[in-house]
């Protein structure tokens, strides 16, 4: 079992950058590979980011590519999206994921709005 807490969302202007934190809590937080999705209004949820259990591999959505960085400190048990260059169209709520198996733990949702 693992709790997920998300923060740092908020609104920002076009251009601009927020990072996101997700804090982990439960079972040890290193055995699990972690995932960002975030979810558009009135669109289906979508992956974002994808971050290895060491941090050693890592792979994002081509939307996002270059502009965001996704990572990790399991000595604090937090997953991060840093998020650069941002676009109106990333405006959607945040959500950090893992998986052990056939379980899936989600957060709560961080709401990132950008502004034109």
């Known amino acids: 079992q693992v709790q997920l807490v998300e923060s740092g969302g908020g609104l920002v202007q076009s251009g601009g950058s927020l990072r996101l934190s997700c804090a982990a809590s439960?079972?040890?937080?290193?055995?699990?590979?972690m995932r960002w999705f975030r979810q558009a209004p009135g669109q289906e949820r979508e992956f974002v980011a994808h971050?290895?259990?060491?941090?050693?591999?890592?792979y994002y959505a081509d939307s996002v590519k270059g502009r965001f960085t996704i990572s990790r400190d399991n000595a604090k048990n937090m997953l991060y999206l840093q998020m650069n260059s941002l676009k109106p169209e990333d405006t959607a709520v945040y959500y950090c994921?893992?998986?052990?198996?056939?379980?899936?733990?989600w957060g709560q949702g961080t709401q990132v709005t950008v502004s034109s």
């Open positions: 994921y893992t998986h052990m198996g056939p379980a899936e733990y």
């Open positions: 439960g079972r040890t937080f290193s055995v699990y590979a």
């Open positions: 971050i290895s259990r060491s941090g050693g591999d890592i």
